[in-house]
């Protein structure tokens, strides 16, 4: 796998609003996952897209790609406190087995 | 189990001294992988199990620290001698075969403290 790169590396908003992040990588994929990262709940998954994939909803998760691009938006729609986290895109699949985690998006959503 | 769980959750240790976590992986998950996270960080690939199998260790940062499955369930990491530059949460996570191969299921991690 090889190491996404999360833009911002922070983000704080009101509760409520909408929160986007922004990933890029260098090389081609299979698939693009993301991640969350919390005190509470720990390293979780949220979502994959394949790479024939353009966009992918989950609740309120919003993941696109844009493989000509290189990239990858994570958006979480009507926030909530408890989305406060570390978030991190993940290339994987093929014949590599292991994760590459960038330093993620760390997003505050502010009560 | 319901999901991947790791003992223990948190260890205070003198430097020298030896250190073994143990993960306890999803019932039925061939794959296993350790991973070390910094402070402020994202975690790093520190080695991979199929079943019994060590297939990778690449990310195993000295030769003190050591990992084994020997019956391709639970796996115990072993830091042998510990020094400051471990202190670290230690995270495993388990998958799952084929298509579901691509998503890691990650344990809550044991907080590694060394004085």
């Known amino acids: 796998s090889q190491q996404g790169e999360e833009d911002p590396q922070a983000l704080s908003i009101q509760e409520g609003e909408n929160a986007t992040m922004n990933c890029s990588y260098k090389?081609?994929?299979?698939?693009l996952q993301w991640y969350r990262q919390n005190s509470g709940r720990g390293l979780v998954h949220l979502i994959l897209?394949?790479?024939?994939?353009r966009e992918k909803h989950s609740g309120r998760l919003r993941v696109t790609l844009d493989t000509s691009k290189k990239s990858s938006s994570l958006l979480i729609t009507a926030s909530r406190a408890a989305d406060t986290a570390s978030y991190f895109c993940?290339?994987?699949?093929?014949?590599?087995?292991?994760?590459?985690f960038g330093k993620g998006t760390l997003l505050t959503v502010n009560p | 189990g319901a999901g991947v769980s790791q003992s223990p959750r948190y260890k205070v240790a003198k430097r020298g001294q030896d250190v073994a976590l143990r993960c306890d992986p999803i019932?039925?998950?061939?794959?296993l992988f350790w991973y070390q996270q910094a402070l402020g960080q994202g975690p790093e690939f520190l080695t991979y199990?199929?079943?019994?199998?060590?297939?990778?260790k690449s990310g195993l940062p000295s030769d003190r620290f050591f990992a084994e499955r020997p019956e391709g369930s639970v796996s115990t990491l072993k830091i042998q001698r510990t020094q400051q530059e471990d202190s670290a949460v230690y995270l495993c996570?388990?998958?799952?075969?084929?298509?579901?191969?691509?998503?890691?299921?990650f344990g809550p991690g044991t907080r590694l403290t060394v004085l």
């Open positions: 897209i394949r790479s024939n994939e």
């Open positions: 019932s039925g998950h061939v794959s």
């Open positions: 993940v290339e994987s699949g093929g014949s590599n087995y292991k994760l590459t």
């Open positions: 199990f199929q079943n019994e199998a060590q297939l990778d």
């Open positions: 996570a388990s998958t799952g075969q084929g298509v579901s191969a691509d998503t890691q299921y």
């Open positions: 090389t081609s994929i299979n698939n």
